[in-house]
């Protein structure tokens, strides 16, 4: 099976520029999230979502924002971008609800955004 | 206050000898889960391990095992007959229970591991 894949896996943007980030999830898995990893950094969360609906946003401004299709997979979008906003973005899926405790998520390769 | 605190930004280790990485904790949620995650240089985060808060045993994986002291909120990850495959970042997580809410995970800042031939 096909692990979390993410698109375009590099991206160049300037400021005040939009972009949006795209994730298919594993077969099966109906929990997507979304995490911003700055350089030397781990991950921070900022957004998940099952079923379609949004279940959790982590501290980012509104600029940010995300939704999910029907067949469950998802994008984030970036408005009016920022050179802090420079990162490693990471999707991942995971199998459980969207409370579940338990279940690992799985990341993908995530997508590297560079704002100049 | 830190949520997970790893202390050790780069450790070094030779081929075939154990290594550990620490990681504590700060919650005051009966119910959590503590995850390990490798991040080579492709950036891509690999689920190594887990452990419930309720768990009576130490979990285990393979080569992966996790050193869990409750009492002490650490879950240290214990690597035997480390490889040159192992050199990556590590990240301890956490993820905390309560009745509703998503199941954010928490990151620390990571431990660099170099496995030496």
Redesign the interface.
């Known amino acids: 099976d096909a692990g979390v894949t993410q698109s375009p896996t590099h991206l160049i943007k300037t400021r005040g520029q939009q972009v949006t980030l795209r994730c298919s999830p594993i077969s099966g898995h109906k929990s997507v999230?979304w995490?911003q990893q700055v350089l030397?950094?781990?991950?921070?969360?900022i957004f998940?979502y099952y079923e379609k609906e949004e279940?959790?946003r982590?501290n980012f401004p509104d600029r940010f924002s995300a939704r999910q299709f029907p067949n469950y997979s998802s994008e984030l979008n970036v408005n009016a971008l920022l050179l802090g906003d420079s990162a490693?973005y990471?999707c991942?899926s995971s199998s459980?609800g969207?409370?579940?405790?338990?279940s690992?998520?799985?990341?993908?390769?995530?997508t590297?955004l560079t704002v100049t | 206050a830190q949520k997970?605190t790893q202390t050790q930004p780069g450790m070094f280790v030779q081929e075939k000898e154990a290594v550990t990485l620490d990681c504590t904790y700060d919650t005051s949620d009966p119910?959590?889960?503590l995850?390990w995650?490798k991040q080579p240089s492709?950036?891509?985060?690999?689920?190594l391990i887990?452990q419930?808060s309720y768990d009576q045993q130490n979990a285990t994986e393979g080569r992966y095992s996790l050193n869990f002291q409750k009492a002490r909120k650490s879950a240290n990850l214990v690597i035997s007959a480390s490889q040159l495959g192992d050199s990556a970042m590590y990240?301890c997580?956490m993820?905390e229970?309560g009745d509703?809410?998503?199941?954010?995970?928490?990151?620390?800042?990571?431990t660099r591991l170099q496995v030496q031939p």
């Open positions: 999230s995490y030397g950094q781990g991950p921070q969360f998940q279940r959790g982590g490693l990471l991942a459980g969207p409370t579940g405790l338990i690992p998520l799985h990341f993908g390769n995530g590297r | 997970i119910s959590y889960g995850f995650y492709s950036g891509e985060m690999i689920f887990y419930g990240f997580a993820r229970g509703t809410g998503p199941r954010a995970l928490t990151f620390g800042s990571g």
